[in-house]
């Protein structure tokens, strides 16, 4: 091989190239950390990630200045512990400029749902224009985060966390297990009315076979652990569940419960907002 690195978390950027038959390589190292000195004042198309994330981006071209930028998405996965990855990248518009192309990616990036709490929103600078970045989660208002990637300084990341979501509020969704599908239900709709207070959340319960009760738990990063007490005359109960807070819109839950009847079984559900 003419040439050979090693891409690390500092060590981010790597180019080799070739010219008149001699070959070189350029590595550069990046924190994360925007470059100082510059101002963004564009205001771009916003694309939604999973539901509460908006991402943006500008390109500054010599011949029309401040041109949005389009996004693709390339791919999304959950990994085996429950955090999600979603990934693409922006270029320019051809019809705004006539390098532009769908093919031709100006900016990469790579958005991480920790299980933990944490979102990364990772921008990686790949062309030669100055590029305006934009970051807003679930603030239902302006961009929360930008900065400018130039190519001397190309990677730049946004944090958030997950702990600003406010779970107050009516909540639907279905759930299910084995001991309900015997009963003849494939699944079963509920809603859920929560109130968060800090890190607490209590709250009251119905579902269409009749169930209800009330609800209480604790939230630790993007994990809520709840406790569903049943109050359904001739069948109390205790459910115990562990839920993910995907978004701000989205909770999904596993759940282990005893019926009237003394039967354990394990189950399953979604809750939407």
């Known amino acids: 091989m003419d040439e050979q690195g090693t ?26 950390i925007a470059p100082s000195g510059y101002s963004q004042t564009g205001n771009p198309y916003a694309y939604t990630i999973s539901g509460t994330l908006d991402i943006g981006a500008m390109i500054n071209t010599e011949e029309k200045g401040l041109v949005d930028a389009v996004f693709r998405q390339g791919g999304q996965d959950t990994t085996s512990r429950g955090d999600k990855v979603v990934w ?15 093919e031709n990616p100006e900016l990469f990036v790579k958005v991480w749902f920790d299980t933990g709490g944490r979102i990364d929103v990772n921008f990686f600078h790949v062309s030669v224009p100055d590029i305006e970045v934009y970051s807003d989660y679930d603030s239902n208002s302006n961009w929360e985060q930008s900065a400018t990637t130039v190519i001397t300084d190309r990677y730049t990341r946004h944090e958030y966390s997950v702990n600003d979501i406010d779970l107050t ?20 709709s509920a809603n859920f009315s929560l109130i968060q207070s800090g890190n607490t959340i209590t709250g009251l319960f119905s579902a269409e076979n009749g169930a209800q009760g009330t609800m209480n738990g604790t939230i630790n990063g993007s994990q809520l652990n709840f406790t569903v007490n049943q109050t359904t005359p001739g069948c109390p109960g205790t459910t115990y ?8 819109n989205t909770i999904t839950f596993t759940y282990v419960c005893s019926d009237c009847l003394g039967y354990r079984d394990d189950g399953s559900g979604t809750l939407k907002r």
């Open 7 to 32: 891409t690390t978390t500092s060590q981010r950027y790597i180019r080799q190239y070739y010219k008149n038959g001699q070959s070189a390589s350029e590595v550069q190292t990046e924190d994360g």
């Open 88 to 102: 693409g990248y922006f270029y320019a518009n051809p019809s705004d400029v006539s390098w532009g192309s769908s």
């Open 169 to 188: 509020g009516m909540w639907v969704g279905t759930y299910t297990d084995s001991i309900l599908r015997a009963q003849g239900w494939s699944e079963v």
């Open 241 to 248: 569940s562990i839920g993910t807070i995907q978004d701000s």
